[in-house]
């Protein structure tokens, strides 16, 4: 996905075979991205902790998937600012052990799975 980003002008999305989206990627990810995703790795006791952290830093929050420990959500940019979730993380190391975490902007891979689970 990455080549296709930098490579392309225009990109097309389609889902069992059928063209479901098409435009440039920066309109794409501006259309079904306006999201940051937040990428977290703790022990499985502490899920719920983070759950909850991620809920108080945005409500309208989702979560994307959780596999042993490491969970993954999307937060909405309008609600949210870098700072805070910098913060919030930040806090959180002082109550539980955090292995790993990112916050990365949205991807193509992410809005194609977003189109993909959608149409």
Request: overall charge neutral; charged content about 30%; aromatic content about 10%.
């Amino acid at each position: 996905m990455e080549e296709a980003e930098f490579l392309c002008d225009r990109l097309g999305i389609f889902v069992d075979g059928r063209l479901q989206r098409i435009g440039n990627p920066k309109e794409l990810k501006g259309r079904y991205g306006g999201s940051y995703v937040l990428t977290m790795t703790t022990a499985s006791e502490h899920e719920k902790d983070v759950g909850v952290l991620v809920q108080d830093v945005s409500p309208n929050a989702k979560k994307i998937y959780n596999i042993a420990g490491t969970q993954k959500f999307e937060i909405p940019k309008e609600e949210v600012r870098i700072s805070e979730v910098f913060q919030a993380v930040e806090k959180a190391k002082s109550s539980f052990k955090v292995f790993a975490w990112g916050l990365a902007d949205t991807t193509l891979e992410d809005v194609f799975i977003k189109v993909a689970r959608s149409g």
